[in-house]
């Protein structure tokens, strides 16, 4: 009985190490690359992990909420009709490329400034 009750044990525990060992290696559900390019100023770049969030974005948490509030699908980023960003015109161009639950993704925008890609898409173009 005893030695029974040791191997269910020893079972339980070798259980509870395995699926959180499973839960590290779980590729995450969205991988990107992003590249902002601003008229006649510098280019940057970024990775961005979803779930879990992580990569070389300033604000990978907040960034892959705007991932997730579009489903993956970045095409329905719009800059809303009320943002109030003005007339400025300084262009800047985004390109996203990756995956999102193993699906690509391949995506590009223009923006009349920076007011309006921020007003557009938020933390995940800043």
Same mark, same amino acid.
């Given at each position: 009985?005893?030695?029974?009750?040791?191997?269910?044990?020893?079972?339980?525990?070798?259980? #509870?190490? +395995?699926?959180?060992?499973?839960? /590290? /290696?779980?590729?995450?559900?969205?991988?990107?690359?992003?590249?902002? #390019?601003? =008229?006649?100023?510098?280019?940057?770049? #970024?990775?961005?992990?979803?779930?879990?969030?992580?990569?070389?974005?300033?604000?990978?948490?907040? #960034?892959?909420? *705007?991932?997730?509030? *579009?489903?993956?699908?970045?095409?329905?980023?719009?800059?809303?009709?009320?943002?109030?960003?003005?007339?400025?015109?300084?262009?800047?161009?985004?390109?996203?490329?990756?995956?999102?639950?193993? =699906?690509?993704?391949?995506? +590009?925008?223009?923006?009349?400034?920076?007011?309006?890609?921020?007003?557009?898409?938020?933390?995940?173009?800043?």
């Amino acid at each position: 009985m005893m030695r029974t009750i040791g191997t269910i044990a020893l079972c339980a525990a070798f259980l #509870a190490c +395995s699926s959180s060992a499973a839960q /590290a /290696a779980r590729p995450p559900k969205g991988k990107f690359k992003i590249v902002i #390019a601003v =008229k006649n100023g510098p280019t940057r770049g #970024a990775t961005l992990h979803c779930s879990p969030d992580s990569g070389t974005h300033p604000h990978p948490r907040a #960034a892959c909420d *705007v991932v997730r509030k *579009v489903g993956g699908d970045l095409t329905r980023i719009h800059v809303p009709a009320d943002s109030g960003c003005g007339l400025e015109v300084k262009p800047y161009a985004v390109m996203i490329t990756g995956t999102w639950r193993g =699906k690509k993704v391949q995506w +590009s925008k223009g923006y009349r400034n920076f007011c309006a890609m921020q007003a557009a898409a938020g933390k995940l173009l800043s």
